[in-house]
Every structure is written in structure tokens, then in C-alpha cells.
DNA sequence: GGGTGAAGAGAAAACGTTTTCCACCCCGGT
DNA sequence: ACCGGGGTGGAAAACGTTTTCTCTTCACCC
């Protein structure tokens, strides 16, 4: 059943057919309605890869995510469908999982189809292949790897506001002793979230110096809590580079006995929806998914309708804030950290 | 770029280009080599969409989820797509939310695209959308849910095997007053696993009395257990119909300052990565989210491979199992509940 | 040496649309 | 009455492949 049999059956020229399913204005509204009740009868779809060859575009966005098993991610990928198809798109998904080899094929799969546009929401890309993408012209956002080129929109995001709000949050808590669990050292957003941390700690004259690298999974979490308690004078609070991690230290926290947040304070990052529901509730550093899913979607549209290359690279940002749930409380007395005044330590903030 | 170019530049025609780049044995290997050189050197890819176009098969799978958010998902998704790599597929997700609106858009999705199979992995669909993918000789992969018809394929869960040994596991920790928290009644995974809960108890002499309705969703978990504890007689343990319903009630439980597992046993239902993370880590009732996802992709290609409608209707079955963690303990003493002869209340189970 | 067959490669048709171009009709203006 | 022009719809080209059909070449056998 093609475009041909309606056209046999309404009676009309192919490109009649075309035009009314297309809503062109032109068509007698006589004649259009004709297509359609034909239309509906026989149940006809357009054959899309038809309609991609000759129009030259696939409506189709690409989505590269590092881990679709994050679940920082799940929340991303809905609200990018949702948008998807209120505008006639299709997402083609694809996880890196972290491997150089799976992101060269996603690329590949992605020029194969022809997608409109791609968003790459990880750890950069190699020149190489972004090269292939950019010959192409085909329209890229990032967030925060992106290079320096026309045509290409980054998401900036601004972890300093978050992550300084946490550092001076637990400082207030009366903690000095406080730690950092980042990410893989190969990940640029896990660099920046560390660094974001240093200068914070710098700023209000502590030492940055209790970093230990961990996964940003939930035993890297583990692990790093384990090692920190070997330390002679563990810290007392410990902001984790995201929410799974964070996740992580509590599950570790726990086995040993060791209670959130009246001995210990954790933070998290990112506000997955998680984070309401673990033990305690987790107080972490929100990154709306939602908002950058919104954001990223909204360029690449930008980017597709506009029909002349863009000049101006265009820059979003997103900013990130603290939000206060159970997971921190007053610094413990004695250990070397500053005596509180009053309250009780380890008191649930208000 | 298209094949033109390709065969002017290697000086031969259009057919010995697409002959040399689909590996057809019969091409003299002299000029596959011309041909590959010169598609390396251009950074040729084929257009799928015409490739499509003129065979026939798209090579996309379509996937139908009920919500990408719940981390039962993800790990489907992932194992699906890795499969799909693997054998040159690309897979079109959608996430239908609960809603019949969206269930239909993503039926329709796929048949625009012209899917070469659909694994539907919700709570069924509605005979009118199925006949529209059965009209057009889809091939289907349903878990469940399937009607019993030629063409189609089922995977069938064994729910009940997994659910009485989480039963016969409480009822060995002297628990009498065993609850059930179940999904949305019109799920029909959910209405399973509350008869496999029921079958379990009437089995052993227990009354299946104490059943509410979750949403299997975190929120609905703690709604439940909050009525469970209104009650005169509140049970002392609780298997939920998924592990974000458990997580929910054990979040509900630290708040009302219920200790888990020694006053309260709580087990979950999936076993998704993170019921090994929670406080306590959940025991609950696994359901492979890897085998299914091997089995539904594993289908849809024997499907799609035989070129002749499959007559007999194929059947897999994927059971379920218990696996202990740390959420469930001896019954508390009192409240009605037959008396522990040794051993201390709420112990860990080794 | 001519006929037979196989192997390899090219020409061209086909896939299902959109879109360009052209023909037609009808209207109003001169 | 004739011409110009705007609006409407059809014929056909185009999109980039795969695949069928045909042609050439060459080896082999009688």
C-alpha cells in the first residue's frame, strides 16, 4: 500500500496525495479530504525512508549518552523523547559505556542514518571522529566539551554555584575536615566538579587536600569511604562527585556502623530522583535533567530550522544549586575539628 | 558523496560498488580493494535510507517500554542496544508512560519507520494498535501479554517460583501477618504477581488478607506501609510487587523509626542494580532484566531471519528466584505472631 | 575450431516519496 | 474578443541504493 493506491483509489495525481498529507495549502480542500478519508480507510503511513531520501532530512536526532544504566540519564532520554515527538522527531540512542570503540560506532550509525543533528552529552569525542560530523555538517551540541567552532552550540554549566554552596553549607556545619570523592579522571565534567570544589575550599581558606578518585558508581563510593577511615584523622564530611557515588558511601557507612548524618555528612551531585528516597535523603547539588534535556533539544531544532549555518556560536548555560535534604548535620565534637558553640551535633538541619 | 562518485573515482560502475561493499563473494578481490581504497579515503557511508528503501528491511528494531525512568529499564535498553550493535541493527526506543495516547504514537513511529520487528515489553495493548503491526506481518515480541496467535512470540515469567520462595522464606522467620504491596491493577504483570503471592500463601495455610494497591512507583510503597501501620494487627513483613515499591516502604520505615529488618522484613521484586545499595541491601525476588533483553532481541532475529512465517507459536520462559540480602529477619515477638523458640528477634539471617 | 558454460561486470529497473515544471482553467482587464 | 495572470493539479524527474537482467570474456571440452 503505497502513496500510488491512495491516489489510484481518491482518483488523483501522486503529488495530490502528497500535498494534502503534507497539509499544502494550495490543495482544493474538496480534493484533501477525498485523500484523507482514503487515507484512513486503508490505514496508510508514509514510508519515511522515502520521504528522508528525497527531502534530504531523516527527522532524526541522534542522543549520545556515556551510560544509559546512570541513572541520571533515564530522565534525559524521557524528556528528549517527549519533546522528540511533539515535533515529529525520532531519537536514535546510543551509550558509549565509557569505550572509545563504541563511540566510533555510534558516530557511524548516526552518519548511516542520516540523523539531522546529534547531541553529545558525555566525556568529549575524539577529533577525528567529530571531524566526520563536522564534514558532514551536521549540527552538534554539547555540553561543556564542545570545541571552540562555528555550528557547534555547547551547554556551559556553571558547577561552581552548586558545589560552593555545598562546601560553604557543610562549613557552616562547623566541618573543616572535609572531603571529595570525584569522577574518572578521563571525564572533563569530573574534572571541572573537582576543580569547582578546590577553588571553594580555597576561597574560604580550608585545604582541598582529601581527594581520592572514584568511579562515579556506587562502589567507587565504597571503596573511597574504606580508605578515608584508614586515614588517622578522617574527615567528617565528604561531597561526592554525583548522586551514585554518594549512594555508595552511605551503603558503606552503614555496614560500618557509622551514622549519617550525626557522624558523618555526605553530599551528592546531580539530584537524581533517587536522591529523595535513599537513607537519609540525600542532600545534593542540583542539575536539572529535565532542564538541560529542554535545552539541548530546543538548539538542535534552532540549529535545524534555521537554513543558513549559524555564525555565531551560540552559548547556554545551566547552573547548578544545593538542594538540603537529611544526609548533612553539625560536625561531631573532638577529632580536631573546631568545637561547635551550641546545638547538638549531628542535629537535623531545620 | 554517494556511490556514483564512489564508482567514477574507482572507475567502475555503481553495481561492483555496492557488490564490493556488501562482501558479494562473486567480485574480483583486485577491484574490491580499488573500491575499498577509495571509500576509505572519501569517508563514504552508505544511505541507509535508500539502502532501506529498495530492500525492503530497515534494520531498525522497535523497543517499547513503559517507562525508561524505572531503573528495571535501562538495563534492558542497554543490553538490547549492545545486541543490536552487534548485529547491525539500530533500535527505535519509546517510552509510553502509561498512556494510551502515547502507546499509540509509538506504534505508529515504528510503522512509519518501518520497523523490522517490535518488542513490547508494558502491560499489553490494545487490539486495534496490534492489528495495525499484525496487518502489516511485524513480527512481535510480547512478554506476557501476547495474545495467543501465529507470528507472535511470548516470553513467559515464571513469577510464581520466585514469589513462593520469598513467601516460604518469611514463613521460615515464624512471619504469619505477610502483606503485599502490588502494582496497578492494570498492569498484567502486576495482577500476576499478586496471584503468585496468593497461590503462595494459600499454599501454606496463610490468609492473603493484607494486600493494597501500589503504584510501583516509590511514593505508592510508602503510602502503603503507612496504612499498614494504621492497622490494629500490622504485619511484621512485606513483599512488594517491585524494588521501587520496597525502597519506598523502607524509606517510609526510617522515618517512622521502623528498623529494618528487626522490626519489619521487606522484600522487593526485580532486582534492580541497586537493591544491592539500599540500607539495608534488599532481599527481593530476581527477574534478569540481561535474559529477558537476550531473549526478546534473540527472537525478533530468528523472526526477521526466516523468511517464511513462523506457523507454530514460540514460547520462552524465563523464571524468577530469590536472593537473600539483608532485609528480611526473624519475625518480632508478640503481636500475634507464633513466638520465635530461639534465636534473637530481627537477627540477620546468615 | 566451434560450441557450451561459467564467471564477472555493467546497464537499467525498481523502491516510495517530494518537488519542479508545465498545462490547464478561469478570471479580470484592455 | 483577446491577452495576462493567478491558482490548481498532473507528469515526470530526482533522491541513493540494490538487484535483475544482459553482455562480454574466457576456459574447457568434444
Redesign the pocket.
Known amino acids: 500500500?503505497?502513496?500510488?493506491?491512495?491516489?489510484r483509489r481518491a482518483?488523483?495525481?501522486?503529488?495530490?496525495?502528497?500535498?494534502a498529507?503534507?497539509h499544502?495549502?494550495?490543495?482544493?480542500p474538496?480534493?484533501?479530504k477525498r485523500v484523507w478519508k482514503v487515507v484512513d480507510e486503508l490505514g496508510?503511513?508514509?514510508?519515511t525512508?522515502?520521504?528522508a531520501?528525497?527531502?534530504?532530512?531523516s527527522r532524526i536526532f541522534g542522543l549520545i549518552v556515556s551510560e544509559i544504566t546512570n541513572p541520571f540519564f533515564p530522565e534525559i532520554v524521557q524528556t528528549f523523547e517527549n519533546l522528540a515527538v511533539e515535533n515529529n522527531y525520532e531519537i536514535l540512542l546510543t551509550s558509549t559505556v565509557h569505550d572509545p570503540k563504541r563511540m566510533e560506532s555510534s558516530v557511524r550509525r548516526m552518519i548511516e542514518r542520516r540523523v539531522d543533528g546529534v547531541a553529545i552529552l558525555t566525556f568529549g569525542m575524539e577529533d577525528t571522529l567529530l571531524d566526520h560530523l563536522r564534514f558532514r555538517k551536521v549540527p552538534l551540541v554539547f555540553v561543556d566539551v564542545g570545541p571552540n567552532a562555528p555550528g557547534i552550540v555547547n551547554i556551559r554549566i556553571n558547577y561552581l554555584n552548586g558545589i560552593r554552596q555545598a562546601v560553604q553549607h557543610l562549613a557552616a556545619l562547623r566541618h573543616t575536615r572535609i572531603a571529595f570523592i570525584s569522577g574518572p579522571s578521563n571525564l572533563k565534567s569530573a574534572i571541572a566538579r573537582r576543580a569547582a570544589f578546590k577553588t571553594s575550599m580555597t576561597e574560604i581558606g580550608l585545604p582541598a587536600d582529601l581527594i581520592i578518585e572514584g568511579n562515579h558508581q556506587m562502589d567507587g563510593g565504597m571503596k573511597a569511604l574504606l580508605e578515608f577511615n584508614g586515614l588517622s584523622n578522617p574527615p567528617t564530611a565528604v561531597l561526592c562527585s554525583n548522586d551514585m557515588t554518594a549512594i555508595g558511601v552511605m551503603r558503606e557507612a552503614y555496614d560500618q556502623d557509622i551514622k549519617i548524618p550525626n557522624d558523618l555528612s555526605v553530599i551528592g551531585f546531580d539530584d537524581i530522583r533517587l536522591a529523595e528516597f535513599t537513607i537519609p535523603p540525600l542532600t545534593t547539588v542540583q542539575m536539572s535533567q529535565m532542564e538541560l534535556a529542554k535545552i539541548a533539544f530546543q538548539a538542535l531544532l534552532n540549529e535545524v530550522q534555521r537554513e543558513s549555518p549559524s555564525l555565531e556560536r551560540s552559548e547556554h548555560e545551566l547552573t547548578t544549586t544545593l538542594v538540603l535534604r537529611r544526609s548533612t548535620g553539625l560536625a561531631p565534637p573532638g577529632r580536631h575539628t573546631a568545637k561547635p558553640r551550641k546545638g547538638t551535633a549531628g542535629s537535623r538541619i531545620p
Open positions: 500500500m503505497d502513496i500510488r493506491e491512495i491516489a482518483k488523483v495525481s501522486t503529488a495530490t496525495v502528497s500535498r498529507i503534507n499544502v495549502p494550495t490543495v482544493d474538496q480534493l484533501a496508510y503511513y508514509p514510508n525512508q522515502a520521504r531520501l528525497v527531502s534530504g532530512r
